[in-house]
């Protein structure tokens, strides 16, 4: 396993946001992270990326917490695409993308021919290519999706953690973005855990998923096992029929609320 919680809680005064979460991925894993708004999810994934410290537990890298290593470190083996990243700067794509290499390079250091052809090669992978000198403030909500996420892919890291990244997205994006991921995950033997809203893409991606309900991990297994009628009864408080087409398939009717 590369990045485990072990025992994880977190709390904000008195209020306990996350509580005794263990989870890990393992190399070429896509983990799934689903739950109700204001489960946890951002907030485990927060914690995961090692930007704020649990109240309780710790996050592993490899067998070292996390808090122990250094930022620059981290940022080197774990990459972070947080919920539209908002940006009061208007970079061009492909300075977005080099900020991808900064964890890699020595302070001040110009770029190397290493990070140049890396950008060019994540750009062509992510067919982003054609608009690396775009301002990124001009690209639409899934062109800048697909950016954050090509950042993500230049700093090669070991372990991406996507914070709803399909979010806003037209279901031809959903799919291609969860696509890019999946094949890139599986191409360079890294891991990913995902916090995805939409049941189906989650079974359709994710080799495993992770329930979380009230800051806790209510469930865990595959697609199959977890993305359940019951599940999704207790959970999500929706009566939802189930279809097993060739792999999970939830169906969910105005008139289903249970
Ligand atoms: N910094 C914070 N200070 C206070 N409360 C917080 C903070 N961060 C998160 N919370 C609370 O923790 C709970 C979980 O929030 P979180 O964003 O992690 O849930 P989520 O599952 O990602 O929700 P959503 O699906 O709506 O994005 C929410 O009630 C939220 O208000």
Known sequence: MILRAQGVGWDVGSRRILDD????VAPGEVVGLIGPNG?????????LAGLGKPSRGSVRLDETNIEKLPRRRVAQRVAFVEQAAV??????VVD????????HRRTWAVGSAWDRQIVQTVARETEIDGMLDERYGSLSGGER??????????????????????????IKYQLSLLELVSTHVRSTDASAIIA???????????DRIIVLAGGRVVGEGTPGDTITEKVIGEVFDVRARIVDDDGVWVRVGRADYA
């Open 196 to 206: 995805v809203h939409d049941l189906n893409l989650a079974a359709m991606f994710c």
């Open 96 to 103: 977005v993308l080099a900020l991808g290499r900064t964890p």
């Open 87 to 92: 940006t009061d700067q208007n970079p061009r």
């Open 21 to 24: 979460v263990d989870l890990a």
């Open 145 to 170: 999706q697909r950016v954050q996420i090509a950042r993500a892919f230049v700093q090669e890291p070991e372990v991406m953690i996507l914070d709803e990244p399909t979010n806003h997205l037209d």
């Open 39 to 47: 489960s946890g999810k951002s907030s485990l994934l927060r914690l």
